[in-house]
Nanobody, 124 residues
């Protein structure tokens, strides 16, 4: 059983920054691509971005490209989401997931484990 635990959410003013962390249990973290998703009230789950197993390749949604950066430290079983220039529309619960497809896909159905999520609120 794999557990993913996110941390780092909070309340921030527009234009500010936050860094989210997602730490995984188990020994196989480095074998999997990881993704970040978010869900705002009344909206569908949205792919934010992802990173391949080695950290050598990342992908982002257009809505966050240039503002968010995903990285990982396999020695610490942790993936990060650095969020800069935050906007009120970034307000959501952010979750990390483990991809079973080999890539950080936008298809949430191809993730087998999820964290509980962390709330990010951006005030205007």
């Amino acid at each position: 059983q794999v557990q993913l635990v996110e941390s780092g959410g909070g309340l921030v003013q527009a234009g500010g920054s936050l860094r989210l962390s997602c730490t995984a249990s188990g020994r196989t973290f480095g074998n999997y691509a990881m993704g970040w998703f978010r869900q705002a009230p009344g909206k569908e789950r949205e792919f934010v971005g992802g990173i391949n197993w080695s950290g050598g390749s990342t992908t982002y949604a257009d809505s966050v490209k240039g503002r968010f950066t995903i990285s990982r430290d396999n020695a610490k079983n942790t993936v990060y989401l650095q969020m800069n220039s935050l906007k009120p529309e970034d307000t959501a619960v952010y979750c990390c997931g483990r991809s079973v497809s080999g890539i950080a896909t936008m298809q949430w159905e191809l993730y087998d484990y999820w964290g509980q999520g962390t709330q990010v609120t951006v005030s205007s």
